[in-house]
């Protein structure tokens, strides 16, 4: 959550809307996704350990989904570990650095489409949740 909330205020920053653990097409879930006002699709893809990283092998399948990829950690994690054909964030909890920018991979029209339409609809849905439990009755 420390990284994650760092990367947050970041992208938040830099104008991305960004939404938490969205699911995929291909059944896996991104960490992090962000959506440009350009449209541009970024997968942020977090790691805390040296052990994370070298147990997960899931993130490759990232790559089709985004025009972007990057990875984000924190102060403790050596950084040679990540990959130089990905964009590289560092986060303290209270805000992240762009350390490397992440490579441009274009997406196809139709996943574009299709991505930001799941994006918009789990923003959408997660705004609903929110309002109502934010205004559920109190029951005895």
């Given at each position: 959550m420390l990284v994650r909330r760092g990367v947050q205020v970041l992208l938040h920053d830099m104008r991305l809307a960004v939404l938490p653990e969205l699911a995929l097409?291909?059944?896996?879930?991104?960490?992090?996704?962000?959506?440009?006002?350009?449209?541009?699709?970024?997968?942020?893809?977090?790691?805390?350990?040296?052990?994370?990283?070298?147990?997960?092998?899931?993130?490759?399948?990232?790559?089709?989904?985004?025009?972007?990829?990057?990875?984000?950690?924190?102060?403790?994690?050596?950084?040679?570990?990540?990959?130089e054909d990905c964009g590289l964030l560092l986060s303290d909890g209270y805000g992240a650095h762009l350390l490397r920018e992440a490579p441009e991979h274009k997406l196809p029209p139709a996943t574009r489409k299709a991505v930001t339409l799941d994006f918009s609809r789990s923003a959408a849905q997660r705004l609903m949740m929110a309002e109502w439990a934010a205004h559920a009755p109190v029951r005895d």
């Open positions: 097409a291909n059944g896996r879930r991104a960490d992090l996704v962000g959506l440009s006002e350009k449209g541009e699709i970024w997968i942020i893809e977090i790691k805390s350990s040296i052990e994370d990283f070298r147990v997960d092998r899931k993130w490759p399948d990232y790559r089709a989904y985004c025009d972007r990829l990057f990875f984000a950690t924190h102060p403790d994690v050596p950084l040679d570990i990540f990959p």
